[in-house]
């Protein structure tokens, strides 16, 4: 029991500190596209690298939002009915829809990483005028589709202790570590 | 026999969109012929660009066999194809077209390209050859022009441009309109005269530049090799037949199109043929040079296909 | 199986599992897989990959982080309470003033930005607290949030004008300078609406009571606190207007604004930037899984025949060539209840285009008709970007329903508006005939 527990919070505690690393790079996206508007306005001397920099590290931080997100419950979803229902029925229906979300991300893992490999095998650069390797930003696709699974393996066991009452893991506990960063809650 | 009665349906994703001229007169006209010709036993079923997959995937794509057909710029198998970048066009190589045609289908260029699309799966064939045009906002009478110049462009012409002096960035085709028009840049390419003319370009860009950037092979279909292998001998050959023609019908029809289109852009909207000051082509036929001897050096294939074509401008007496 | 069974099953399974509570993202990925395998077999799975690369590298994508940053930084600043109080004296006299005044902030925001998004998370983070605070109905201010800010992509600057120029072969200057008299005959319909309700029902959208509307004097010291939004407002729309950016570049010329109202508003340090970029990323990595699963599930349906589906309701409608259009926009709005708006277009716009030409209807009268039924389907439960986006930014209290519920009297005052600009076309027609 008490290994699952670690698991769970170590899982959450990884993609955690990666979400809050990646956020930062809004930063890198907004210099560089006032970068290329002040070169080419100012200097007329537009660059070959900033905008497709700046999508670069736009491709990594959406997809690297998937595990941080799900671990802040922070994918939206229709409460319209489901929130008619007690924290136990809940649980159920999300140990039922689980399926649905394992098969999407399963395939996409699979997918994700057979296209990851392949560009990593020839260090694929983009071919524009700059060149540069895209392969990193290709292999975000596996990478964060397996933090989010894992998230998915928490929120998993986190309903099953919750619809069968296991000591694994405790929602109040939980609730007030959630809500402890200040601002944080969306 | 029966089995061969059965009707077989390949799913076919364009890189153009739909109302692109292309998609009818190229894809359009194959869907057509195999059709017709296969008296229904080969069926195509049409993607507009970005359906399915993404232009840029739909190598990839075919290149599994998820696909069977697809049509694509031979610039989005950059990494696949190390012939790539001479099919996508050298700049200022080639004068006219009919060059280029022969170039690819008699020295043998298509043949190379194939050989090297065969490695992963895909059967390569050129859709046509035709040439790449700017148009510019004000026109371009000097060399003091051109370098003043902020364009619009996009793969080996955004680097030829730059490198040439020009400020060459690239804007997503979804907002090439809106920054032509309030000045973000003073010029672009799309294609030539037709793909200027359907995105609107001479409404606010009156100037078209002549000679082209280059002339190559820019758009290709591509087959997947599983999906052709599993055909009926007959039909494989029916294929590979249409193709070879298709190249030979579009490349001509597409000239055709091109004048025609030109003509009316000259009628309807005013627009004036901007020929290049014999000096700006000259500094711009150098830069292109060192340029080719690059593509040269991505692999054994480029520099044999490079030294071909070097060769061939000799002759034509153009070097 | 057929085509009709397959959407209905399609569709249907969707449905269950979004009202299941399964996020959205994973509903519309998951049922897109299952299609799949059972329509093409394993090795499409590839192709929802693909699209999630595809997706990643679209550059107009890369304005939403960039406009949710610069609402959230603005937001921290008090620029915008300031701005609301100043509204409140000005306007607070009439009963819904303060609706009306963000409906015309919403327009100049969409005159700013090409999407949809983008305008609804700004003001749903600047507009709705401010509403809310004073006294207006939750489903009132739900509802201007989402219908206003949806106007991104009517107003032009809009991307889906280009879309659709891009499809249809019309000229993209023509459909901006069509969109811009609808644009506005909607804000005024809504205002109007705005105005009857409040007047009918006062506690919806309460006046400032007389003893607090404030000097003369007041108002105009207050007109001071209106300058730093006009100066954002200035550096986003003049730099596009100026030939200085792209409508995606002028974003960050948005978020530049914003960092100068903190720094003059003395609020500008390390905790507010850090909080700004965590709840952008928050937000931005919302949207961007469910675009990702989004352009896969209308990929899968593409490949299912969904083309062949509409050519085949198309032959069977009765009613002429009115009868056809009524129908189209049906189709357009069904479909924008379920599916996003790009994969509607790539999915119809084969079928419709060539059929209103034939008809002898202008491309760019139906184009405007589209678009605004491509913006109903943004703010149309269950499925729609203008409500994921406000979910993400309400507080606690309000769920799902509350913003399902407070869309249904804007869509209907928008599809109004849709029957006029059918009736009287010169609406559309008019600025591009004399511009062009
Ligand atoms: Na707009
Ligand atoms: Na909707």
Redesign the pocket.
Known sequence: MRAITAFMNGVTRLNNAIGQWVSYLVFGMFIFILLEVFLRYAFNSPTVWTNELTQLLFGAYAVLSGGYLMAHRGHVNVDLIYSMFGTRVRAVIDIFTSILFFIFTLALLWFGYDMAQESIGNWETSYSAWNPPIWPVKACIPIATALLVLQGIVKLLEDIAIACNLSYYDPEKDKVVEEDPKGEQL | PAAAQETITWKVQSHWPGASSSYKDSLGRLKDQIEERSDGRLKLQLFEAGSLFKAQETFNAVSRGILEMGTISPSYASDKMSLAGIASGLPFAFRNVWEAAYFHQVLGFEEMLREEAAQHGVYYSTDKVYPTEMVVKEPIESWEDFTSLKIRSSGALQKFLTEAGAAASYIPGGELYTALDSGIVDGAHWGAAQGAYSMALYEIAKYHVQPALNIAGTDAIIVSQKALDKLPADLQKLVKDVLQEQFWYRTNEYQYKERVTLAKAIEEEGVKINTLPDDVQDRLVQVAQEMWDEEGKRSDNAAEALQMLKDYLGKLGYL | MSIEALTLLFFGSLLFFVFLGLPLAFVLGGVSVVFLYFTWGFDSFYMVASQIWSTMGSFTLVAIPLFVFMAMILERTGVAKDLYRTMHLWFGGVRGGLAIGTLVICAIF??M??ISGAAVVAMGTIALPAMLARGYDRSMCLGVINTGGGW??L????IMMILYALISGVSVGKMFAAGVLPGILLMVLTAIYILIRSNLQPHLAPALPPEERGTMREKLVALRSIALPVLIVFMVLGSIMGGITTPTEAAAMGVLGSLIAAAVYRKLDLPLLKEASVRTFKLTGMIMWILFAAHAFSAAYQSMGAQALIEGFMTHIPGGPWGIIIAMMLITFILGMVLDPVGIMLITLPVFLPIVESLGFDPIWFGILFVINMEIGYMTPPFGFNLFYLKGIVPPGITMKDIYKSVIPFVIVEIIGLAILMIFPEIVTYLPDLLF
């Not at chain 3, 107003?155 to 809009?158: C, G, H, N, Y």
């Open positions: 969409a005159a930005v090409g991104g992509i107003i032009p600057p809009s």
